[in-house]
């Protein structure tokens, strides 16, 4: 049984940084993709950042140099630093895994299966 479990989120002020948490259990962890995505409200889920299989990452192009994804497969976690937060990166942030992803989907929101309750990140 898959589950994923976010944390970390808050009310933060413009220029600060937060990092977001998401322990995994239930699948192998180091061999499956995950992804951060966001979603504000009226607005589309869009993802934020990718990670898996020995990759360094990849970033939507708002937060390219602000974010970092990063993994601790000795605890099972994926993590997404966030620096420099603007008045726009307010959202609910979720996390997603899934065992595979078609080569360049991997910042598709219907390519992954299993999906966290989300955290919200408040920039204000």
């Known amino acids: 049984h898959v589950q994923l479990v976010e944390s970390g989120g808050g009310l933060v002020q413009p220029g600060g940084s937060v990092r977001l948490s998401c322990e995994a259990t239930?699948?192998?962890?180091?061999?499956?993709?995950m992804a951060w995505f966001r979603q504000a409200p009226g607005k589309v889920r869009e993802a934020v950042a990718t990670?898996?299989?020995?990759?360094?990452?990849s970033y939507a192009d708002t937060v390219q140099g602000r974010f970092t994804i990063s993994l601790d497969s000795a605890k099972n976690t994926m993590y997404l630093q966030m620096n420099s937060l603007k008045p726009e990166d307010t959202a609910m942030y979720y996390c997603?895994?899934?065992?595979?992803?078609?080569?360049?989907?991997?910042?598709?929101?219907?390519?992954?299966?299993?999906w966290g309750q989300g955290t919200q990140v408040t920039v204000s």
């Open positions: 997603a895994a899934d065992s595979v992803i078609l080569p360049g989907r991997e910042l598709e929101a219907s390519e992954y299966s299993y």
């Open positions: 239930g699948y192998m962890f180091s061999s499956w993709c």
């Open positions: 990670i898996g299989r020995g990759d360094d990452g």
